[in-house]
């Protein structure tokens, strides 16, 4: 059954440094979106994007955050300066035509120190 | 907009006892509703869906959720809890805006005594 993949399963960074997420949505799909979840709280929307524009995005969204469609299989969350309240859990999740009903990845946990 | 209220931040029950979740939600669109678990540092996994059909669902490890329109909730049951069936649980709904995000609850911890 086809799935949407997340690299890196965790990544360290030091606050200040760039970050890149990586997902591969489901390939039929044409909606993303990438969620976040601080530890011990509830997932919270970032950004939905299709035809390779952000159709939504969320107040956290800020200008420290970038995503991309960089070929035809990838997904991308670019954080330009982390800062410590960035360590999370970050979700991709895809959809297809129906749109309703996204397909999440596993996540890749994120830790700013 | 859409919200989700979960009732409850902590639920304990026995096991074998009834393991009942409390979901209610609010959408300006029929809504498409969602029920997932996630165990300590995983992922998220779908338990079950409604999706415009069938009010009563079933998901995944013996879970099931009826959607009442009426009292807009969409309340997650088991019949009989399970040491394992411990972990959160999170309660979602789609379908509103140009994006078709996904909001969720604040989520319910389970926990099932011995």
């Known amino acids: 059954e086809p799935e949407v993949t997340q690299t890196p399963s965790h990544q360290v960074t030091q606050m200040g440094q760039e970050v890149i997420l990586r997902c591969v949505p489901i390939?039929?799909?044409?909606?993303f979106y990438w969620y976040r979840q601080i530890l011990g709280q509830k997932v919270e929307f970032l950004v939905s994007?299709?035809?390779?524009?952000?159709?939504?995005k969320s107040e956290i969204f800020d200008d420290q955050f970038s995503v991309e469609r960089p070929d035809g299989s990838n997904f991308t969350l670019k954080i330009r300066s982390t800062k410590l309240e960035d360590s999370a859990m970050y979700f991709c999740?895809?959809?297809?035509?129906?749109?309703?009903?996204?397909?999440f990845g596993p996540g890749t946990r994120l830790t700013v120190l | 907009a859409q919200s989700v209220t979960q009732l409850g931040s902590h639920v304990s029950v026995s096991e074998g006892a009834l393991v009942l979740l409390r979901c209610n939600y609010s959408?300006?669109?029929?809504?498409?509703l969602f029920w997932y678990v996630q165990y300590p540092n995983q992922g998220l996994q779908l338990l079950l869906k409604?999706?415009?059909?069938?009010?009563l669902v079933k998901g995944i490890n013996g879970f099931e959720a009826e959607f009442k329109k009426s009292e807009t909730s969409f309340h997650l049951t088991k019949p009989s809890a399970h040491m394992s069936d411990a972990a959160e649980y999170f309660c979602?709904?789609?379908?509103?805006?140009?994006?078709?995000?996904?909001?969720f609850g604040a989520g319910t911890r389970l926990f099932v005594k011995a």
């Open positions: 999740a895809s959809s297809g035509q129906g749109r309703r009903e996204q397909f």
């Open positions: 390939s039929n799909h044409l909606y």
């Open positions: 994007f299709y035809n390779n524009e952000i159709s939504e």
């Open positions: 959408s300006s669109v029929p809504p498409y």
């Open positions: 409604y999706t415009s059909a069938a009010t």
């Open positions: 979602a709904v789609s379908g509103e805006g140009g994006g078709f995000k996904t909001i």
